[in-house]
């Protein structure tokens, strides 16, 4: 059930790649009150597509792993995920998830099914991921893969069996939320 909600003020404080907002609104509380203002800033980078890929012809799910700055201090930078992108203004999330299967990874999407779709991290951005379970096959490979170096994305292809991936899960060697449940997905699927 949606409460009252209502914006004071809203401004744009950075606009680039993406955009940072300013917000001051009040919203109903539980006994019906109305809270006293609140000043939060909210992160909009758009949505996004992300997979776990799956190849029919060997058994083995196909991730990557790629340079992602805000993970540097923590981690060291390095990423291992389930392939992902952005979904540009007006796109169709299965048509863009086509996309980025082969960009990063060089196969054209055999299967492609819907799991579910969630905030990434609703407390601070707007983003929306659209989560898919994809099969290829060795007969569906087209490129190599490894991104658009003009999009700076220089990506390895990583290839993982059952076993591996469920170790990978349990030791947290993949430490991305979407990937996680996506991964998740399809130990239970295949698992």
Request: net charge negative.
């Amino acid at each position: 059930m949606n409460k009252k909600v209502s914006v004071l003020e809203s401004k744009i404080v950075f606009d680039d790649f993406y955009k940072l907002e300013e917000a001051t609104y009040t919203y109903e509380m539980l006994n019906g009150e109305m809270t006293e203002p609140v000043t939060r800033l909210c992160f909009h980078r758009g949505n996004s597509v992300a997979g776990i890929v799956y190849n029919t012809s060997t058994s083995k799910a196909i991730l990557v792993r790629q340079f992602r700055y805000p993970a540097l201090q923590a981690d060291g930078g390095w990423v291992t995920e389930v392939v992902a992108g952005m979904l540009g203004d007006g796109e169709d999330a299965t048509e863009a998830m086509k996309r980025e299967v082969e960009e990063e990874i060089g196969y054209e999407v055999s299967v492609i099914q819907y799991i579910s779709s969630f905030y990434a991290s609703p407390g601070g951005s707007s983003e929306k991921v659209f989560l898919y379970y994809i099969e290829v096959s060795d007969d569906t490979k087209v490129s190599e893969g490894g991104g658009l170096a003009h999009e700076s994305e220089h990506i390895e292809v990583l290839e993982y069996s059952i076993d591996e991936l469920k170790q990978a899960t349990a030791t947290d060697a993949i430490p991305d939320a979407k990937s996680i449940i996506a991964c998740n997905y399809l130990l239970a699927k295949r698992g």
